[in-house]
């Protein structure tokens, strides 16, 4: 089966800066809706940004201003650009390609 590989996770400090990235293992049926949910300990899982196939993007409030999505058509991968990183970021990130997730990559904000 065709699977969503991410990577760009890790340790930063308050302040600072991640990119985070993802694509298909394989070829897929259809990249129509892109995206990046998070999950941080003991809470929901909640919506993060999302890129629609005519290039409109969504944050969710917290993350407006700071975070960037953006996406490479012709790889079908999908980036997410965080920038002025706060410990409240702290979370195993998740990508989303329509019905296709991936493992997800930590993310932590810490002095």
């Known amino acids: 089966q065709v699977q969503l590989v991410e990577s760009g996770g890790g340790l930063v400090q308050p302040g600072g800066s991640l990119r985070l990235s993802c694509a298909p293992s394989g070829s897929i049926f259809s990249t129509n809706a892109m995206g990046w949910y998070r999950q941080a300990p003991g809470k929901e899982r909640e919506f993060v940004a999302s890129i629609i196939r005519d290039g409109f993007t969504f944050y969710t409030d917290s993350v407006k201003g700071r975070f960037t999505i953006s996406r490479d058509t012709a790889k079908n991968t999908v980036y997410l650009q965080m920038n002025s990183l706060k410990p409240e970021d702290t979370a195993v990130y998740y990508c989303?390609?329509?019905?296709?997730w991936g493992q997800g990559t930590q993310v932590t904000v810490s002095s």
């Open positions: 989303n390609i329509d019905t296709l």
